[in-house]
C-alpha cells in the first residue's frame, strides 16, 4: 500500500484560509492523482489543483478542481490525460 504524502504548498495569489483549514492528502499515481481533504464543519471551500506536464518538457497544464464545501469530507480522482502526467499537487482553501 502506498503513502500519503501532505500538502503543505503555498501558493501566490491565493486566498489565505482559517485556523480551521482541513488536512488534505493526495497520492500521485503519476497520470492521475487522488486525494481530498476532511471535512471540519466549518465554513469554507477546498480544491485539488493538479499540475499536468507532457514528458518532462516544459509545457503543462493547471487542472482546477471544483471547490468543495468544508461540512464534509471529499475525495476525487483525476487523469491528466493526452500523455501528461502529474508534475505537482496542491490544495487551495478558502473561508467562503
Known amino acids: 500500500?502506498?503513502?500519503?504524502?501532505?500538502?503543505?504548498?503555498?501558493?501566490?495569489?491565493?486566498t489565505s484560509a482559517s485556523a480551521a483549514t482541513p488536512r488534505c492528502v493526495y497520492h500521485n499515481y503519476v497520470y492521475s492523482v487522488?486525494?481530498?481533504?476532511d471535512g471540519l464543519g466549518g465554513?469554507?471551500?477546498?480544491?485539488?489543483v493538479i499540475r499536468c506536464r507532457v514528458n518532462n518538457s516544459n509545457y503543462w497544464v493547471d487542472w482546477y478542481g471544483a471547490w468543495h464545501n468544508r461540512?464534509?469530507?471529499w475525495q476525487e480522482?483525476?487523469?491528466?490525460g493526452g500523455g501528461r502526467?502529474?508534475?505537482q499537487v496542491w490544495f487551495e482553501?478558502?473561508?467562503t
Open 93 to 95: 482553501h478558502k473561508d
Open 1 to 14: 500500500m502506498g503513502a500519503l504524502a501532505l500538502s503543505a504548498v503555498t501558493i501566490p495569489g491565493a
Open 85 to 87: 502526467h502529474a508534475w
Open 71 to 73: 461540512l464534509g469530507s
Open 34 to 37: 487522488s486525494g481530498g481533504c
Open 77 to 80: 480522482t483525476r487523469l491528466c
Open 43 to 48: 465554513a469554507g471551500h477546498d480544491r485539488m
